[in-house]
């Protein structure tokens, strides 16, 4: 007997334990739905906008590129936009190739 008083609310915590993870699971699939539908929404009606501190730092990147000093652009990306190195390595990839440099 006693040891079913012990263990009847560790139980209880696990059942609610796994109701609360499934929720969030589910919230998290449906958050990630429902980004994915906006991105393709903004994409639709031309909404990519860049900021126009992105666009001053692409301006500069090009330059940079020009020059090249391809490692002092990757750098800048990483500085201004916080980006991992191989983000940074991409993006500045993306943008050479966007302006045939």
Do not use: C
């Not at 609610?16 to 994915?36: F, G, N, V």
């Amino acid at each position: 007997m006693d040891s079913v008083v012990t263990f009847a609310p560790l139980i209880v915590l696990f059942f609610i334990w796994m109701s609360l993870s499934q929720k969030a699971d589910e919230a998290k699939r449906r958050q990630q739905t429902i980004l994915k539908k906006l991105q393709r929404i903004e994409e639709h009606l031309g909404l990519n906008e860049v900021s126009l501190e992105e666009a001053a730092l692409q301006v500069e990147l090009v330059q940079l590129l020009k020059e090249g000093k391809m490692v002092e652009a990757v750098k800048r990306v990483r500085e201004s936009l916080g980006l991992s190195l191989l983000e940074a390595k991409q993006y500045v990839d993306q943008l050479k190739s966007e302006h045939r440099l």
